[in-house]
């Protein structure tokens, strides 16, 4: 029987989940480095294609012994998560209600990080790193993806693109795109050698559908990450999903769009076809690609006297998501629909006692009452937190400002400072 692209699709799930549970990289490795050279050369012309990246310089590869993939991944996550931010924003997740207090949270990535990689793209070194040990019959898989990311980085400065200082939500939006495209392509090149075949990646089944069915039926196999909070795995976890979902429709609308060229079109999401929200990740037509909706950034002026700021940052639509699902129900996520920007300062009073201010501007009314009450509901099924709820505009802007608390606060008796609305082009 002649399979199809679905089938093969479905025989390809069980590379899935260890594949995605890996931080900016992520994937195996196992021959010698010219025999990785030689593998790696034999794949680049038809990853050139996919990806719509040429090659503008040779691509290093090297072997790394699993104890310096360790140290690696625990000096990335202390450069990019130093232990002083680290405890902070767990503060603040834990505050959210996003986080249990009692979370180990460096220990628990750390465990999660260096528990599956086999296989990374550093941009600092410019080298593509194979873990010795790794199942010789993974190493094309791992290669395939970081591959990507090697491409991506001769075209973008890619610590850039991610760095923290972007902002939680526009640095996720953009793991997202760079992560999603390695996923597309990996998924595509797969499936071309089952088929014997070139394929449009355009024209797989909805890739986000049938990877989180086939990590759901998956997620036994990894225990630590099963058990995670919900926050952590679908962080985790989105940048594959979504981001492969956002490349995948990126390639259908760019096809769509010009009927004189019924080729494939594999536009890379790089400039300006580069997300700068999970917004646009989320909804890429109607948010990104038919109407560019840009994200609003905001800009806090001043604070409560004697306050002292731990934490300023935003949620997003993707985090905002998440929080109404942990504490509402998965059906409330379609609250976020309207989101146009946020931002929250998370203090610590004179006192020692610690406070959320959190900012939300909203596209319209609605959007902005519906999320006002999802937060009220929120507060009365959390007894050990305050908050007050106000409506209001910020620049002719529905805005919705929270002040939340620990239960012996008085919410009443911080005022949120004033801001300016500030939008990202």
């Excluded at 941009?123 to 873990?131: D, F, G, K, N």
């Excluded at 591959?147 to 997202?176: C, F, K, M, W, Y």
């Excluded at 594959?240 to 019924?262: H, K, M, N």
């Excluded at 929250?344 to 009314?365: C, F, K, N, Q, S």
Aim: glycine share 6%; proline share 7%.
């Amino acid at each position: 029987m002649k399979r199809t692209i679905r089938d093969w699709f479905q025989l390809l799930g069980g590379l899935v989940l260890p594949l995605l549970l890996l931080l900016t990289a992520c994937d195996r490795g196992a021959p010698s480095t010219e025999e990785l050279e030689e593998i790696a050369a034999a794949l680049l012309p038809r990853l050139e294609v996919l990806s719509g990246l040429e090659a503008r310089e040779p691509i290093r590869l090297a072997w790394q012994s699993r104890a310096e993939m360790q140290e690696f991944v625990e000096r990335q996550l202390d450069e990019e998560l130093p232990p002083e931010y680290l405890d902070e924003m767990k503060g603040a997740y834990t505050a959210f209600g996003l986080l249990p207090d009692t979370l180990d949270l460096r220990a628990l990535l750390l465990e999660l990080y260096s528990e599956q990689v086999v296989g990374y793209y550093d941009p600092a070194a410019e080298t593509l790193y194979i873990v010795e040990g790794t199942p010789t019959s993974d190493i094309e898989t791992v290669l395939v993806h970081e591959l990507v990311h090697a491409l991506q980085d001769q075209h973008a400065n890619l610590d850039s693109l991610i760095a923290r200082e972007r902002g939680n939500d526009a640095q996720t939006a953009a793991q997202a795109a760079l992560e999603g495209q390695a996923t597309l392509v990996m998924f595509a090149l797969l499936i071309e050698r089952q088929l014997g075949r070139e394929i449009d990646p355009a024209q797989i089944p909805p890739i986000g559908d049938q990877m989180q069915s086939l990590l759901d039926a998956q997620n036994s196999q990894f225990p630590v990450f099963q058990n995670a909070p919900r926050l952590i795995r679908e962080t985790l976890l989105f940048p594959y999903i979504g981001g492969a979902s956002f490349v995948q429709t990126l390639w259908e609308y760019e096809g769509r769009r010009d009927p004189d060229d019924p080729g494939p079109h594999f536009t890379a999401p790089l400039g300006e076809f580069m997300p700068q929200s999970t917004e646009q990740v989320l909804y890429p037509l109607e948010r990104f690609l038919e109407y560019r909706d840009p994200p609003i950034g905001i800009e806090i002026e001043g604070g409560p006297t004697g306050a002292k700021t731990l934490l300023e940052n935003d949620l997003g639509a993707f985090e905002i998501g998440i929080l109404l699902d942990e504490h509402l129900g998965a059906d409330t996520r379609t609250r976020v629909r309207g989101w146009a920007g946020d931002r929250y300062r998370y203090i610590e009073l004179e006192d020692g006692r610690t406070a959320l201010i959190w900012y939300t501007l909203w596209d319209d009314d609605v959007s902005a009452d519906s999320f006002a009450d999802a937060y009220r509901q929120i507060l009365e099924r959390r007894p050990e937190r305050r908050g007050k709820i106000t409506r209001t505009e910020i620049e002719g802007e529905p805005a919705v400002i929270i002040i939340d608390t620990e239960a012996s606060l008085d919410p009443e008796m911080i005022e949120a400072p004033p801001v300016r609305r500030l939008v990202r082009e």
